[in-house]
């Protein structure tokens, strides 16, 4: 790994270290927006990190943004730092202007739309938008949809627009908002709008994964190392290596599959390396979680020790912008259609 | 710890102008009737097409020009074999001696032994053998019994091999065998030799594998003289040349492609317009494949730049051998199918094949028990 990505990484590590202790956790799952934290990150321009540079990127290519991002999750930040990227690229690709703060991105839900009306003076945007991540601390979410079949890209403000507020099951808040004739601040065509912020946001949840996998991990290796039971520490359990070893594979393959994602949508996501992604990493998430809880034992089964703040993230993000199931359908339609005589050609061509 | 990185590897340009090149070449081979692709690619024993490999230049290919070889890359390498595979090319007869006996053979060979046998494995026409498991001696590889003792001009050995796959039809195997009492140090006192199996005090017995084939041996040494020019390295080195041996055997294509051809026939009974169901299992299995290619690839990369990526070799075995059982056991509900060895049934056959060949999968080259504690130790918990 070169200096700069080390160096990267030990920013982003010394900013959760400072600014992300348990009770910063714990108010931001009560739903208190983490300031201090954010500052933090705008500071060194984490929120602007996979941004080009002539739309105030902070100078990192997109693989180094991506790094970040995977770090921040492997912290289990509370921060809606995928979705601020996320929203500032899709701005950034119609031309927009990206505003300062937190951004969100909507709709998220597959089959939720919004409805463009262009007005004489103003174009406004209706419709909801379910479970938008941070939706109801974000001042503004870039919104995609339609324009006369045209793949459009809009900013709105979210004032006033939360209905209510759930939560994932990492505490993490998803609100439904509401547009009702709501101006637009800002509206440009981009071509795919809709799927390209879906596969976006897949990439993105499949390179947090990959961190929180990673980080899950390194947990049950240390509580495998430190926990003793019948007289030595659990880890010299043949059957506990051989679980950590399956552990192991499942975040070798998430981080493979993650890397070869971000690899190939460099400036438009990657249909096929996206979907390999979110449906690889999904299905590490599910079974890498269970083997972390089970190495845990009661101990990772309580709020006392840290493992659920990434198990409880894996199993929220995995459902999130298209479960496994959604995009394994997806590639294995494209495929089919394809031909069988057609994969291996189409394989190692990536 | 170790830290699993799979750092990507750019295919260079060569290897994708060469890739073209045995696309076509097997093309060929099909059209000419020469093989029918098969489902058992690289236990397919077909010298004709093992000498028009080296013809061409595929066999030995990273080894320097003097012992025959083409001093090409490993991801070069890496492309002539995974295009093999999905192919589903015959190259079962050199298989064994480009992949490891070789490689082993440069690097720990006598000159002797690396001027006699190189070159004709490089031409496709020198087979080599495994000779490493025994009766009592499986996964505890250490357990050998086989012993050498040492005689004027070389050493005699005795002692049995088993599960020596190909070695009624191979040319040579390369036997690890204890030179010397065991120690404390239950890995020291072995020795690798070079055996030419044309020679008498050798006696080879069939033992029929699961699916009725003839594959594995039982390969008997009684007082077998091998010349000192026929040692590996030094004697006493057998251990630490066994297990870099075994990591040539673990990262490559042949880990997660053995069951390609039963995944492409089952998209193909499948069809253009697969339910729900099939459309994602097909998604799911290309999902994986797509990934543990890049393993792969990034391990091929490790090796050209001359690292020793043991670890990583025993993980990405681990995954791509579960990843090509699961492939029958997904594929027969999807397509109800009650499975057979009949010739020409098709893809029950296919099916059948593949469904007793599969336990062999995660056995060979390595246990997955075995690879798992590999890891464990690479995870720092050994």
Not at chain 2, 176 to 194: C, N, P, V, Y
Request: charged fraction near 25%; aromatic fraction near 8%; include cysteine.
């Amino acid at each position: 790994m070169s200096e700069m990505r080390n160096d990267l990484l030990k920013t982003v590590d010394r900013i959760f270290d400072e600014h992300c202790p348990k009770p910063v956790r714990e108010s931001a799952e009560a739903g208190e927006w983490p300031a201090a934290l954010w500052r933090a990150l705008e500071e060194v321009g984490l929120d602007r990190a996979a941004l080009p540079e002539q739309a105030g990127g902070s100078g990192l290519d997109f693989e180094d943004a991506m790094l970040a991002l995977r770090r921040s999750a492997y912290h289990g930040a509370p921060v809606p730092l995928a979705e601020t990227m996320l929203a500032g690229r899709l701005l950034a690709a119609a031309g927009l202007a990206v505003p300062p703060g937190a951004l969100t991105v909507a709709p998220v839900q597959t089959g939720d739309r919004l409805r463009f009306v262009q007005g004489a003076a103003v174009t406004t945007v209706s419709g909801a938008a379910q479970r938008v991540p941070w939706g109801n601390l974000c001042a503004h979410a870039v919104v995609a949809g339609e324009l006369d079949g045209k793949g459009m890209v809009g900013l709105v403000s979210t004032s006033g627009a939360a209905r209510g507020v759930d939560k994932n099951l990492a505490g993490e808040p998803r609100a439904l908002l509401e547009f009702d004739a709501t101006p637009l601040i800002a509206l440009a065509p981009l071509k795919d709008a809709l799927a390209r912020l879906e596969a976006e946001g897949a990439l993105y949840r499949s390179v947090q994964m990959a961190g929180a996998l990673e980080r899950s991990l390194e947990y049950c290796l240390q509580y495998a190392n430190e926990r003793v039971q019948f007289g030595r520490p659990i880890a010299k359990f043949q059957a506990i290596q051989h679980m950590l070893a399956v552990l192991a594979g499942q975040a070798a393959a998430s981080s493979a599959a993650a890397d070869a994602a971000v690899e190939a949508s460099r400036l438009v996501p990657d249909e096929f390396a996206v979907s390999v992604a979110k449906s690889r990493v999904g299905e590490a998430a599910g079974k890498g979680a269970e083997i972390a809880h089970q190495v845990h034992g009661a101990m990772g089964y309580t709020r006392e020790h840290n493992l659920h703040y990434s198990t409880r993230r894996l199993w929220s993000w995995r459902d999130e912008f298209g479960n496994e199931s959604y995009w394994q359908s997806r590639l294995g339609r494209a495929v089919a259609a394809d031909g069988a005589d057609a994969l291996w050609p189409m394989l190692s061509r990536r | 710890m170790h830290e699993f990185r799979f750092e990507p590897v750019r295919m260079p340009a060569a290897a994708e102008a060469l890739r073209g090149e045995v696309r076509a070449f097997i093309a060929q081979e099909v059209a000419q009737g020469a093989f029918t692709p098969s489902r058992n690619s690289w236990s397919s024993f077909d010298p004709d097409f093992s000498r028009k490999c080296g013809e061409r230049g595929y066999i030995g290919m990273r080894w320097p020009k003097e012992y025959g070889g083409h001093e090409r890359s490993a991801l070069e390498r890496y492309v002539v074999t995974e295009e093999m595979l999905a192919g589903g090319a015959p190259v079962g007869a050199h298989w064994i001696a480009d992949r490891q006996s070789g490689q082993q053979i440069l690097r720990y060979g006598s000159d002797r032994a690396k001027r006699t046998i190189l070159p004709k494995i490089a031409a496709g026409v020198c087979f080599f053998s495994i000779g490493m498991s025994e009766p009592d001696s499986g996964s505890d590889l250490a357990a050998v019994r086989t012993r050498a003792a040492r005689v004027e001009g070389g050493w005699k050995i005795s002692g049995t091999k088993v599960w020596t796959s190909g070695a009624h039809q191979t040319n040579y195997l390369i036997a690890l065998a204890r030179t010397s009492a065991k120690e404390e140090d239950r890995h020291a006192g072995m020795t690798q030799f070079i055996v030419d199996l044309s020679h008498p005090g050798v006696s080879v017995r069939p033992i029929y594998n699961l699916y009725g084939g003839h594959d594995f041996n039982e390969v008997v040494f009684d007082e077998f003289f091998v010349a000192d020019d026929m040692v590996m390295g030094e004697a006493g080195m057998g251990w630490k040349l066994v297990t870099g041996e075994l990591a040539f055997e673990r990262s490559g294509p042949d880990r997660f492609l053995s069951t390609y051809q039963l995944l492409v026939e089952s998209i193909r009974a499948i069809g253009g317009d697969p339910d729900e169901r099939c459309a994602n299992e097909i998604g799911r299995f290309v999902a994986h494949l797509a990934t543990l290619r890049r393993m792969s690839i990034s391990v091929a990369g490790m090796l050209e730049r001359g690292a020793q990526p043991i670890v990583e070799a025993a993980l990405v075995k681990d995954i791509g051998t579960a990843f090509e059982r699961e492939i029958p056991e997904t594929f027969r509900h999807l397509i109800p199918t009650e499975p057979t060895l009949g010739e020409g049934a098709g893809y029950a056959e296919l099916l059948g094949m593949t469904i007793l060949r599969a336990p062999g999968f995660t056995i060979r080259g390595g246990t997955r028990e075995i690879l798992r504690g590999m890891i464990a130790r690479g995870l720092g918990m050994r």
